[in-house]
């Protein structure tokens, strides 16, 4: 199985600050990796897929890099709409495992 | 608007049974794969399994955790999907997701319905 890993799995920041969280793979998912967040008591919504594909909707501030095995997931300016917690998932193969999650705090 | 909305949870016993639905709205149900992800409390997100369109054949896939208990099936004459869960387990207590991925072009968890839970508990 193709593992995951997420960090930090919290940060914490400023309005206007900017953001970067990183997920790397266990093996090669080329750019088979998406990204979602989560706030509390909801369910997740899409942010990226195709590792750099902005979903439809999501505001110009969130950005996706990456392939291989390592990823980032960049906020450009953190708005307070933006804390939340946010998950990092491949469909390489199967099983479609997601990270751990990086919990996203006002400093 | 595209919409998921399951029902179904509720409380269970160790060793029983529950059948979860999720009706779909808003879009072209038959043309997608449908995936089930769940989340214990306070915990991450765990894909649970997902079933393939009709033009694939309507072919499954599970986690390890949920394979033999748990099977995905749907109606796409009434665009709804399902989850059979038996043999439930103290730790398949959760929140579980209906969610709408790949139409055949990319593949992603694209929507997700408002969840509904599951507890398992003597």
């Known amino acids: 199985d193709i593992q995951l890993t997420q960090s930090p799995s919290f940060l914490s920041a400023s309005i206007g600050d900017r953001v970067t969280i990183t997920c790397r793979a266990s093996?090669?998912?080329?750019?088979?990796l998406s990204w979602y967040q989560q706030k509390p008591g909801k369910a997740p919504e899409l942010l990226i897929y195709?590792?750099?594909t902005l979903q439809s909707g999501v505001p110009a501030r969130f950005s996706g890099s990456g392939s291989g095995t390592e990823f980032t997931l960049t906020i450009s300016s953190l708005q307070p709409e933006d804390f939340a917690t946010y998950y990092c998932?491949?469909?390489?193969?199967?099983?479609?495992?997601f990270g751990g999650g990086t919990k996203v705090e006002i400093k | 608007e595209v919409q998921l909305v399951e029902s179904g949870g509720g409380l269970v016993q160790p060793g029983g049974s529950l059948r979860l639905s999720c009706a779909a709205s808003?879009?072209?149900?038959?043309?997608?794969?449908m995936d089930w992800v769940r989340q214990a409390p306070g915990k991450g997100l765990e894909w649970v399994g997902r079933?393939?369109?009709?033009?694939?054949?309507?072919?499954?896939e599970y986690a390890a955790s949920v394979k033999g208990r748990f099977t995905i099936s749907r109606d796409d004459s009434k665009k709804s999907l399902y989850l059979q869960v038996n043999s439930l387990k103290i730790e398949d207590t959760a929140v579980y997701y209906c969610?709408?991925?790949?139409?055949?072009?990319?593949?992603?968890?694209?929507?997700w319905g408002q969840g509904t839970m599951v507890t398992v508990s003597s």
């Open positions: 969610v709408r991925s790949s139409d055949g072009k990319f593949d992603t968890f694209y929507v």
């Open positions: 808003g879009f072209t149900f038959s043309d997608h794969y």
């Open positions: 079933i393939r369109n009709k033009a694939n054949s309507h072919t499954t």
């Open positions: 093996q090669d998912i080329s750019s088979y």
């Open positions: 195709a590792a750099s």
């Open positions: 998932q491949h469909l390489k193969s199967y099983p479609l495992t």
